[in-house]
């Protein structure tokens, strides 16, 4: 059974950087898609990255690409966030979430849930 451990959310101002951790156990990260997701305030849980379990090919969601980073390292089994020159409307909880299909896009396709961890931006 894959289970997930988010950390690295936390307070930051407009414009800073945080690091999202997602660490896997009881299964080979690098045989999953993983899938970033961000639920804001009264919003629904959205996907803003992702890695393909085929090729390791790469999603961003528009509003997050060129300051987003997802990296996978295999040998550590755990999969990294990093966000650049955060804003106040990328406030939310983040979940990582992983399954053995190609992609993990869309909340209702995922297995398996980190914890979530809350991110908040001040201006």
């Known amino acids: 059974q894959l289970q997930l451990v988010q950390s690295g959310g936390g307070l930051v101002q407009l414009g800073e950087s945080l690091r999202l951790s997602c660490a896997a156990s009881g299964g080979n990260l690098g045989n999953y898609a993983v899938g970033w997701f961000r639920q804001g305030p009264g919003k629904e849980r959205e996907a803003i990255a992702g890695?393909?379990?085929?090729?390791?090919?790469?999603y961003y969601e528009d509003s997050v690409k060129g300051r987003f980073t997802l990296s996978r390292y295999n040998a550590k089994n755990a999969v990294y966030l990093k966000m650049n020159d955060l804003t106040p409307e990328e406030i939310g909880t983040y979940y990582c979430a992983e399954d053995l299909r190609a992609w993990v896009l869309t909340p209702h396709v995922a297995t398996y849930w980190g914890q979530g961890t809350e991110v908040t931006v001040s201006s």
């Open positions: 890695i393909s379990s085929i090729d390791d090919k790469l």
